[in-house]
Every structure is written in structure tokens, then in C-alpha cells.
């Protein structure tokens, strides 16, 4: 297996935006989702402000160091950006950025998977509370 590059080990080593919004809060939405074959859980806060931007983004990861630094790395590409941006968000930008083998490519779709997650879950609920 391929060590970590220099991109990966410096968001694994000194992670950003780790840990949980509060839950309570209605402008925040959580996702939180698992690789059943490797066992890897990533769990994506986002914390919506107006205008629709992604004010806050914070993660939780449990898994390999790939999966930490495409965790550390996504909160950083998306914060400042609106929904609609962050809906088109692929995973071959973390793939790229982190110089990821092959073999990782589920960290980088597991944490594409949480974005557009909690995106569909925030856009539910408004839907829900416009009804």
C-alpha cells in the first residue's frame, strides 16, 4: 500500500474543521455516511447561512488516513460556497488534490457521498418547512 502524499499527510496529520456543529440548530444539517466492506464512517456538519452558502463545515471520520484528509480536505473546498456548488462537487477533485491511489478512491466517493447527502437533507427540510 502507498504512503500517505505530502498533500494527504499534512490534512491527516493537522486535520481541519474536525468535529460537530450543534445539531440543535436549524441552519445546521449532519450526514453521516458508513463503507460497509471497509468499515470507514464519515460524518459531514454543514451549517447553511443565508443566501443559501455553506457558512460552517466540520467532519467526523473513522477510518484510514485517506479518509481523514479527503474529511479535512472537503470542508475546506466548500465552505463559502452555495448549495448548488457544493451539489456539484465530484470526488475526482479530492482524488487530484490529495494524489490518491486507486485503491482510496472510496475515501474521496464516501465523502462526496456526505456532501450531497446533507445537501439533499437540507433542501428536504425546507421543503418540509415551506409545506
Avoid at 18 to 40: F, M, T
Avoid at 59 to 76: H, R, V
Avoid at 86 to 94: E, K, T, Y
Wanted: charged fraction near 20%; proline fraction near 4%; glycine fraction near 6%.
Amino acid at each position: 500500500m502507498r504512503e500517505l502524499s505530502a498533500a494527504a499527510r499534512t490534512h491527516f496529520e493537522q486535520p481541519r474543521n474536525v468535529g460537530d456543529l450543534d445539531p440543535h440548530d436549524l441552519s445546521v444539517v449532519i450526514a453521516e455516511i458508513n463503507e460497509p466492506i471497509s468499515g470507514a464512517i464519515l460524518r459531514l456538519s454543514l451549517q447553511v447561512g443565508e443566501h443559501g452558502c455553506i457558512a460552517a463545515a466540520r467532519f467526523k471520520a473513522y477510518g484510514c488516513g485517506w479518509l481523514i484528509a479527503c474529511g479535512s480536505l472537503l470542508t475546506e473546498l466548500i465552505q463559502g460556497k452555495n448549495l448548488t456548488e457544493a451539489a456539484q462537487f465530484r470526488h475526482h477533485s479530492l482524488v487530484e488534490l490529495l494524489d490518491a491511489p486507486p485503491e482510496k478512491l472510496y475515501c474521496a466517493v464516501l465523502a462526496e457521498t456526505a456532501l450531497k447527502t446533507a445537501v439533499q437533507n437540507y433542501t428536504a427540510r425546507l421543503s418540509v418547512t415551506f409545506s
